[in-house]
């Protein structure tokens, strides 16, 4: 009777709470992403824009938390070794899925839907832009409606690629079966409105500018979501979007908020709503020609056969140039609190994130001045060091974006002070990472010294990402400068780390191997990283439950998304 | 903008002076409009702080004696980044206009008057207006820009750049406007009896056409300085333009915008330096329309 | 009139057909990639074969063709078929204008977006006009008068001032300081009482309000030189020595003779009240024609760029046409045979 009578007390303080309210009690919400959502099907577009406005609609088996911590979504259990989901040989995982799932329009959520969407993507001629998600996978199967067997054609220390993350979520296999191949991209009603398994669903999609939902009558959490109905605003830019959340109060949540930190604490203080942080594992990071970019060299330019660079090469000046920047201040400026000083290019999560580098934290102008002077570069009649004839003259590109901007002109002014002379480029987003093989401002092609960008790895393994920089991935004419090893560093050592990665299952001792190969692109100077970026969002202080989450998409606990009263 | 004695009032050149002087608004402007072409030349020399350099304890600040006109976001003293920006813009402004409007014209007279050229003419104009900007600018930046750098250095070779992308992207309204007006005063009794006595084409053109179409093309050449400078930072801002830390009128006002709340006095000098020259153009503009005016000489 | 009209409707045709050829191949030329704007975390051989299933690894000129094709046969078509709820030939296996990044049809999306377009530019034309044409005419009536001053003094700011500032500036003093209107245009409001009506109508103000004063900043200008032109011509002599009442000397003959540069501005200008207000659009996010241009720019999806760039050329070349015949119109001199 007492039991009853406390049980029932803490569901009425619930209640009271506004948490245990029942489906749609909350009305409507609004959500602004300064990009527009074109399609919501993320297999056909990769842009954040699209796979985070089809998260609220469409789930995968397991997503990662806001710590990036695996946990099961569609499925019962993430499958592990230890309980038996992940083989002892590491060449298959097999997940179950949690029962009684229903789809939008009211359909059975079974394994043939899991089954399906693995051939939808690995359809060769789909054009499936998550492929490297079923990289390796042999085989895809349906054992009973309610399990499914993955078969790898190789050992998986890392079986978590298919159907987790935001990127992969499952797509219902009665909607979507015309879609294969090359119809995939005629079904336009399929992908403006996908049936899903998510809170919300689709009553009206227009492309790159607004989508309107609703809650979904079959979400399996009948209280949920507490929002009748949603709408997904995008386009305009990130200063505006700021604005609206947090001055004006028009909308409830605002993406991605890339803005100069002053201005963006300074919205903040109307009090309207709350500027949120988190970090992953991007890092904006300079990446260091050790190829001669010389524009006399014709197509050697920037390539292995074009030799090494006059003077990058030599690691004295990669170390001084290193120093001379003051990482605390370009964090400060240019992001506020959402950025860290970093020395490593792998600085997340924390079982990877090695200390061996941390000289570079604090800038030491008179160390790489006395690095320079040691190394025999002088100072020239103009304050440029020079050496045999080569000047320290350094041609310093990035994309255009406020943020790299302010940072090119404080590293010129302190590169300058270290008797470093720089010529700053910005180039346009969509050419410098479009990969057009006739343009020359590619970040692939590197035609430039020093090129600055921001790199990052979705969910928690590093496997991938750290392959980036063996030697086979140095981009070229040969492979249609497809390749991800910006500063052509080539180190048999590098690539020996990197086929122990690939074979070792245990994580501590990935952890090791990782944080070696960091190490060992640092010390030598491949890349100098700069600043730890996290993602800065806002919302208006009446949205609760907001848990920013940087692994995984931003929206992935909108079902418990309420009106804080 | 003393008087000198050398002109000879008689001559029609003087006699052209001597109006343009008595137009109060365009000895305004010009007064104006030199003075703004003095500051941004000699004011350097007086206000000797690098634009370029910045000094990040002093960012966002207010005007005060050490920064006349504030400083922005990384500390660069604003008061001589104008001064420098001015140099570029007016630079800019001017070529561009300058190019745009003589091709404009060109195109317009020779479309309006000779018949058999008028629809390859106005067939390219059309062409030309079809055109998206922003490949367009895209492809030429692409092509040209390494050979330019090469041949001129980075700041000369983008300058030279700017100014063609600028020049080749806006004469078409200015010739579709002289078009239509050549079309009517073409018909006009004196050009047909200037005609029919045997006077030759160029002639005519300089003499009877050129005079009647000039208001359009001071106002298409006003107008033209205001949308080089903006365009420039529209093109800067984009990366087709100068290197970032390359202070401009337009890319200063851009920039500043984004502080509108924190600092609103930041955008008000890039402003209203653009809109002043514009103004003072404008009425040197009228005055010297006015003064070349042949209805209106010797009133 | 007619046969020139005729001639130059012909003759159209193989222009425009040049000049989408032209389109086609600066944008294959462009540097931008359909691939640039994906997260870093798409591996370059990804994105070269997403780059093929869009078709770029075929040659330009059947790339082209195949666009022609779309364009002009399976598109009209469509277009029948819809109208008349009918079909013609093999409808299913029809491959209409894909965009790249929506795969959906382009001409869909302009459908969409046009009704918002036309509102908010073709309205901020008309409050231009209304606003140059009284200030050009009487700003050149009393030429140096303190209202001509002032009218120059605000049409020429009003154009030094790019709207990317004014409307930030605006959305900073209305929508954040007074709390009046709101800074972020919904589209997806139905106007069905006056309570909607009202709610549309604020939404509309600034981004009307910005871009009608910059097109009457330039349209006053042009009014006011080609009015002092026609205001000193012997025939206005004439006129007022015939005895007619001044009114209709100002009115009827001089501002019909001072129409051709407005005219030609104006024929400018339609075709870029289609082709939206990129800028302005942008921020105040008006889903019009121009952010669905730069957006197709910007992520290089060319079929959805070739496709609008050449509606908007086919609206040039005809609104010059009509321009060149209503400076027949104006001025009966002008002959064009």
Not at chain 1, 173 to 198: I, R, S, V, W
Not at chain 1, 416 to 433: K, M, P, Q
Not at chain 1, 510 to 515: E, G, L, N, P, T
Not at chain 3, 213 to 223: G, P, T, V
Request: aromatic share 10%; charged share 20%.
């Amino acid at each position: 009777m007492r039991k009853q009578f406390i049980l029932t007390a803490a569901a009425a303080a619930l209640l009271a709470n506004g948490a245990w309210a029942a489906r749609g009690d909350d009305g409507h919400v609004n959500i602004l992403y300064w990009q527009a959502a074109s399609i919501l099907n993320p297999y056909l577009s990769g842009g954040t824009k699209d796979i985070e406005s089809s998260s609220l609609i469409i789930e995968p088996l397991g997503r990662y938390d806001e710590n990036g911590n695996l946990v099961a979504w569609l499925a019962e259990e993430i499958p592990t070794v230890a309980n038996g989901g992940v083989a002892e040989d590491l060449t298959s995982i097999t997940w179950t899925l949690k029962q009684g799932i229903k789809w939008s329009d009211g359909t059975d959520f079974t394994a043939d839907d899991v089954v399906f969407t693995a051939e939808y993507c690995m359809d060769p001629n789909g054009g499936c832009q998550q492929e490297t998600k079923f990289a390796d996978v042999d085989t895809i199967e349906a054992l009973d409606p309610h399990t499914v067997k993955i078969t790898f054609t190789v050992p998986k220390p890392f079986p978590y690629g298919p159907f987790t993350g935001g990127e992969s979520p499952i797509i219902q296999k009665a909607q979507f079966l015309d879609c294969m191949g090359p119809n995939a991209p005629t079904c336009t009603e399929a992908n403006f409105g996908p049936h899903g398994t998510g809170p919300f669903r689709v009553t009206e999609f227009r492309a790159n500018d607004v989508i309107s939902m609703e809650a979904n009558p079959n979400y399996r959490d009948p209280n949920k979501p507490a929002f009748a109905s949603l709408t997904f605003k995008g386009g305009g830019d990130a200063a505006s979007a700021a604005r609206a959340v947090l001055e004006t109060g028009e909308f409830d949540y605002a993406w991605n908020l890339q803005i100069d930190p002053s201005i963006l604490s300074s919205m903040a203080e109307a009090g309207k709503g709350t500027v949120v942080s988190a970090f992953g594992t991007g890092v904006e990071r300079m990446m260091v020609n050790l190829t001669n970019p010389a524009a006399d060299l014709g197509e050697a330019r920037s390539t292995v056969e074009g030799g090494p660079h006059p003077f990058l090469t030599d690691a004295n000046v990669r170390r001084a140039l290193s120093l001379a920047i003051d990482r605390v201040t370009l964090s400060e400026v240019g992001y506020g609190d959402a950025g860290k000083p970093t020395c490593n290019v792998l600085p997340a999560p924390a079982i990877y994130a090695s200390t061996a580098n941390d000289e570079c934290l604090v800038q030491n102008v008179d160390l790489a001045n006395q690095l320079l002077d040691e190394a025999g570069w002088m100072p020239g009649s103009d304050g440029v060091r020079e050496k045999d004839g080569v000047r320290l003259s350094i041609l310093y590109q990035t994309s255009t974006n406020a943020v790299r901007q302010d940072t090119q002109a404080l590293v010129k002014q302190w590169w300058g002070d270290i008797g470093v002379e720089t010529e700053l480029r910005n180039i346009d987003a969509a050419v410098f990472f479009g990969g057009d093989q006739s343009s020359p401002d590619t970040f692939q092609k590197f035609y430039a010294d020093i090129e600055m960008y921001t790199n990052l790895f979705n969910g928690t393994d590093p496997e991938a990402y750290m392959n980036n920089w063996t030697c086979d991935e140095i981009p070229s004419p040969a492979n249609n400068w497809l390749g991800n090893n910006m500063p052509r560093y080539c180190n048999p050592a590098y690539d020996d780390l990197s086929v122990q990665l690939s074979k070792t299952a245990a994580i501590e001792d990935r952890a090791v191997i990782a944080k070696q190969m960091n190490d060992m692109l640092m010390q030598e100077g491949a890349m100098i990283p700069l600043v730890h970026r996290g993602r800065v969002s806002a919302h208006i202080n009446t949205l609760g439950g907001i848990k920013l989450n940087t692994w995984d998409s931003e929206l992935w606990n909108a079902a418990d998304w309420h009106r804080v009263k | 903008m003393s008087d000198t004695g050398l002109v000879n009032p008689e001559s029609p050149w003087g006699e052209v002076w001597v109006k343009f002087k008595s137009h109060k608004g365009a000895l305004i402007g010009g007064t104006i409009f030199i003075s703004i072409i003095l500051l941004v030349l000699l004011g350097p020399m007086f206000w000797d702080v690098d634009p370029q350099r910045l000094n990040i304890r002093e960012k966002n600040q207010g005007i005060s004696f050490a920064h006349p006109m504030g400083t922005d976001q990384l500390g660069r003293d604003t008061f001589a980044q104008v001064l420098a920006g001015g140099r570029v813009s007016l630079a800019v402004g001017f070529t561009a206009m300058l190019l745009s409007l003589v091709l404009g014209a060109l195109i317009g007279v020779l479309a309006g008057y000779f018949k058999w050229l008028d629809g390859l003419l106005m067939r390219s104009t059309d062409l030309f207006l079809a055109l998206p900007l922003l490949p367009l600018l895209l492809v030429i930046t692409m092509l040209y820009r390494d050979t330019l750098r090469a041949a001129f250095g980075p700041e000369t070779g983008i300058f030279l750049l700017i100014v063609f992308v600028i020049g080749i992207t806006s004469w078409m309204q200015t010739a579709r406007i002289v078009r239509g007006d050549v079309l009517a005063i073409k018909e006009r009794e004196f050009v047909q009896a200037a005609k029919s006595v045997g006077t030759g084409s160029s002639r005519i053109i300089t003499r009877h056409v050129l005079p009647n179409i000039l208001s359009p093309i001071m106002v298409s050449a006003t107008l033209g300085i205001a949308n080089a400078i903006i365009t420039e930072s529209a093109l800067s801002f984009l990366g087709l333009g100068f290197p970032s830390d390359f202070p401009t009128w337009g890319r200063l006002l851009n920039d500043a915008t984004a502080f509108i709340t924190l600092s609103p006095e930041r955008v008000i000098w890039p402003g209203l330096a653009i809109s002043l020259t514009v103004l003072s153009v404008n009425y040197l503009g009228d005055g010297l329309r006015d003064a070349l005016d042949p209805r209106q000489r010797g009133r | 009139m007619l046969n020139y009209t005729l001639r130059r409707l012909f003759f159209a045709v193989p222009t425009l057909l040049v000049i989408s050829f032209l389109i086609f191949l600066l944008l294959d030329l462009a540097p931008n990639d359909p691939t640039g704007n994906l997260p870093m975390t798409i591996p370059p051989e990804v994105r070269e074969k997403i780059r093929i299933s869009l078709g770029l690894d075929q040659a330009i000129h059947i790339r082209y063709i195949k666009w022609l094709e779309q364009f002009f046969v399976s598109e009209p078509l469509h277009v029948l078929e819809q109208w008349f709820n009918i079909s013609i030939g093999d409808s299913e296996s029809r491959v209409r204008v894909q965009s790249w990044a929506t795969r959906s049809p382009a001409f869909d999306l302009i459908a969409e977006r046009m009704p918002q377009t036309l509102w908010v530019v073709g309205m901020s034309y008309v409050v231009g006009i209304l606003i140059a044409l009284p200030i050009g005419v009487i700003s050149a009536y009393r030429q140096y008068s303190w209202f001509d001053q002032v009218g120059s003094f605000i049409s020429m700011v009003g154009f030094s001032v790019p709207t990317f500032f004014t409307g930030v500036l605006m959305i900073v003093v209305f929508s954040v300081k007074l709390e009046w209107l709101p800074s972020i245009y919904d589209t997806t409001l139905e106007v069905v009482d006056l309570d909607s009506f009202w709610l549309q109508f604020k939404q509309m103000i600034m981004p009307v309000m910005v871009l009608g004063l910059f097109n009457a900043a330039q349209l006053s200008r042009f009014m006011r030189a080609s009015m002092l032109d026609n205001l000193n011509q012997d025939y206005v002599r004439t006129a007022r020595a015939k005895g007619i009442r001044e009114k209709s000397v100002v009115l009827l003959h001089v501002l019909r003779n001072s129409l051709s540069p407005v005219v030609t501005v104006l024929a400018l200008g339609i075709p870029t009240v289609f082709g939206g207000a990129i800028i302005t659009e942008q921020i105040f996010r008006v889903n019009g024609l121009g952010q669905l241009l730069i957006i197709g720019i910007q992520g290089a999806d060319i079929p959805l760029v070739q496709t609008l760039t050449f509606i908007f050329a086919i609206l040039i070349v005809l609104f010059n046409l009509i321009a060149d015949v209503l400076y027949g119109v104006l001025d009966p001199r002008i002959r064009y045979e």
